[in-house]
Every structure is written in structure tokens, then in C-alpha cells.
């Protein structure tokens, strides 16, 4: 089996970086650092590109060298980044020694690097924390710490297959070994990379992101390297969004899955297709009663923010709808609850909507439900355009037309700054 092997030798002969790598992975060199502590290649095996990183990280307090040599050489390709770090990222799982963190600045830029490109310990995931290096103390007495890392990003948590610490008889350092399927990677958008707007209705996502924001303005005014300072913080962002529309991407293949899945089932034909028909009613139904209730919700629907407006120009104004005791009611959750339930018999069924008939449901026909013609205002009766409207799929056109009335313009990119 042929070898390709990659050098990056430090001043002191006793440091310095070699990757030997199997010649049918096509590996090249991207980068190699003048000081020896760090070489990149690039692997490509079977259609599948990846990045393997080797390191030796510095002896002192050095967080420039994970900031200005580390950082630059991660990309949106999954990556491998193994080697002795010489740095304990937890002092309470990672070390016997009692002293202080003696690298505290390099061990919070490489926690920040881990976090932000969501990068997984292989030891963690294997739920093996072995030490790896041991010395003596400055009292003689004898230590051991976990310095000595496998992180990885952009592959599948099934990718692992074997993680293990190896005695070793010529260093004061063990090795560990990982075996890894390069092929199982996760589902991750294309290089043109468009923001999600679906991502920023998340509270903890959101939440994050402010937290990014919020962390670039204090480096800030600590008085760091602006341009590089911002070039960080947004690389955060994007990697964090990536990998959460990753999840959704991820669930949507699941459901492509499912359709390959039956449809080479050995099921008959009206079998197969009544399976496929549910299936997509599903998916489809749920994103179609997601746009139409959404807006609903927080009572910001168009014609109850109609209302609400008329309410503050003239009281006498009010949407009232007729209760079960047959008095009218003008409760605004009460309304919210007619409304849902007044789209959800019109979405409850496709056939409904198209044939106007169902076997299903048996309902005979798409009705419109008259306890939502608002009263006593002849001005907010539901016309028999928005019936028509609310009795069919919602177009591309109508959807791209929503999103660009309610798109929030002239606005800086903050947390909720993002169209």
C-alpha cells in the first residue's frame, strides 16, 4: 500500500508536524506554516473532499497561534484537526495537576474555534477521556493531563467507528487512534450560502447569535484587530446557521428517504400511491398551515392588525364572532381559536380543496365557514375573493410576494436584522 507523507519541521529538531496519508485519498499540501506547528492537505476519496489538519501547538500562553495560523486554514469542508495541542480545554476532566490553567487565553480562542465551528471531540463522542501525557510537577510529583486531541467537523456522529489510547514505550506522550468513514458526512448547503429566515424564529438561535454579536463588541472595545475581529464574528454566524439549516436539510432528506423507501416497497400500485398521496399531504399541510398561521399567533393576522388600528382611531369599532352559547364575543383569544379552526378544516384535506369530495374526511364539499363573517361591520366580512384564496395551494409567486411586504428593509444585519 503506497504512502504519501507530509513534513513541516520546526526549528528545534524536536518539534514539528508529519502527516503520512494513503496515496489513494489524492492528497496535495494547501498550507504549511513557517514555523513548523502546523501543515494542512487536502484529501479527495470518491467524490468526497476533506481537510486533515496537523498541529503542534505552542508550549506557552499563545493564542495568536490559534487565531492567526489556526483559524485561516478552516474552511466550509470537513475537517480533521489532530495533534498535541498542549492544552487542557477543561482543568477539572483533563488534568491531575491542581495548579492553575497556565494557558488561559489560548484555551479560550481554541473553546471559541471548537463552539463556533461546531467541531466534536472524538474523545468526548467516544466517551473516552484517557490521559495521554505525564510528567512531573515543579514538586517532583507525578501528572497527567488530555493534550492530545482528534476534533472533527462536518462529519456524521455514525462517521466513528473506533476511538482508543495506545500505550506508547518511547514518549512521555501515549497516541490515540481513530478509525473514521470519511463517506458519512453531513448534509450541509452549497457554497453559495443564503441565510434561512426560518432559523431566525428560534429563540436559542437567535439567542446565539446575539451572544456572537455581543462578544465581537466587547473584543472591540478591548481594542483588537478590527478587520479580523469581524471577519470572526461573521464566520460564526455563518457556520452556526449552516449547521442549523444543515438539521433541516437533513430532515428533509429523511423524507425523500421515506419516498424512495415505498416506492420500492412490494406493495401493489393504489397501495403505493395511497402512501405517497398521505405522505405528502403531511408535509405538504404543514408548511401550507404554517403560513397561513403564523401571523395568527401573536394576533398580527392582517385583518385583526386591521382592527386593532380601527380600535385605536374609534372604540366603536371591534371584530365580534358568535360563541357557542350564541353570543357574541369579541375575546381575542377566543377569536385567534376561530380563526385556527376555521383554516384548519380548509387545510384539513387536499381532496377537499381540489376534487371537493374526500373518502377520507368524508366531507363533502370545501364550505365556506359562515361563523367567521365578522359582525356587526359589513366592512370586515371575509369577500369572496379571500375565499377563493384561502380554498387553494399557496403559489410561489404569492409566497415570494409575502416574504418582500413583510421583509424588514433599510435595517442593519443585527439578530433580528436578517431577511
Not at 124 to 137: I, K, V
Not at 142 to 165: H, M, T
Request: aromatic share 8%; hydrophobic share 30%; glycine share 4%.
Amino acid at each position: 500500500m503506497c504512502f504519501s507523507s507530509f513534513n513541516n519541521a520546526n526549528t528545534n529538531p524536536k518539534r514539528g508536524v508529519t502527516i503520512l496519508v494513503r496515496s489513494n485519498l489524492n492528497p496535495s499540501l494547501i498550507f504549511r506554516c513557517v514555523e513548523g506547528n502546523l501543515i494542512k492537505i487536502q484529501c479527495n476519496f470518491k467524490g468526497t473532499s476533506f481537510d486533515v489538519i496537523g498541529l503542534y501547538g505552542p508550549n506557552t500562553d499563545d493564542p495568536n497561534f490559534f487565531k492567526s495560523k489556526l483559524l485561516p486554514c478552516i474552511t466550509h469542508r470537513p475537517t480533521i484537526i489532530a495533534g498535541d495541542f498542549n492544552i487542557k480545554l477543561k482543568l477539572y476532566r483533563d488534568t491531575s495537576s491542581t495548579a492553575d490553567n497556565s494557558h488561559p487565553r489560548a484555551t479560550k480562542i481554541l473553546s471559541s474555534i471548537i463552539s463556533s465551528f461546531r467541531f466534536k471531540d472524538v474523545a468526548c463522542e467516544a466517551n473516552d477521556l484517557q490521559h495521554t501525557f505525564f510528567s512531573t510537577d515543579k514538586n517532583h510529583r507525578p501528572v497527567s493531563s488530555r493534550i492530545d486531541l482528534f476534533l472533527i467537523k462536518g462529519f456524521l456522529q455514525e462517521a466513528i467507528k473506533k476511538y482508543n489510547v495506545i500505550d506508547s514505550k518511547l514518549s512521555d506522550h501515549k497516541a490515540i487512534h481513530m478509525d473514521l468513514d470519511p463517506l458519512e458526512k453531513e448534509v450541509r448547503n452549497k457554497k453559495q450560502w443564503i441565510l434561512n429566515s426560518r432559523l431566525l424564529k428560534e429563540p436559542e438561535i437567535n439567542k446565539k447569535i446575539e451572544s456572537i454579536i455581543q462578544e465581537a463588541s466587547h473584543n472591540l472595545r478591548a481594542e483588537q484587530d478590527i478587520f479580523l475581529l469581524v471577519e470572526y464574528m461573521l464566520a460564526r454566524i455563518k457556520t452556526f446557521c449552516r449547521g442549523e439549516g444543515a438539521k433541516i436539510a437533513f430532515n428533509r432528506k429523511k423524507q425523500i428517504n421515506k419516498i424512495e423507501s415505498i416506492s420500492r416497497s412490494s406493495h401493489t400500485h393504489d397501495e403505493k400511491k395511497a402512501k405517497l398521496d398521505n405522505l405528502y399531504r403531511e408535509s405538504d399541510l404543514r408548511y401550507r398551515f404554517q403560513a397561513k398561521l403564523s401571523e395568527i399567533n401573536d394576533l398580527s393576522h392582517s385583518r385583526l392588525q386591521l382592527e386593532r388600528q380601527g380600535n385605536a382611531k374609534d372604540k366603536s369599532k371591534h371584530i365580534k364572532l358568535f360563541d357557542s352559547n350564541g353570543v357574541l364575543c369579541d375575546e381575542p383569544n377566543f377569536i385567534c381559536s376561530k380563526i385556527k379552526s376555521f383554516y384548519s378544516k380548509i387545510y384539513s384535506c387536499y381532496d377537499c380543496q381540489v376534487d371537493k369530495k374526500c373518502n377520507r374526511c368524508m366531507y363533502n364539499s370545501a364550505t365556506f365557514c359562515e361563523a367567521l363573517r365578522c359582525q356587526p361591520d359589513e366592512a370586515y366580512r371575509i369577500s369572496e375573493e379571500d375565499k377563493t384564496t384561502t380554498e387553494t395551494h399557496l403559489t410561489r409567486n404569492e409566497i415570494k410576494l409575502a416574504i418582500q411586504k413583510n421583509a424588514k428593509l433599510n435595517k442593519s444585519p443585527g439578530p433580528s436584522g436578517f431577511t
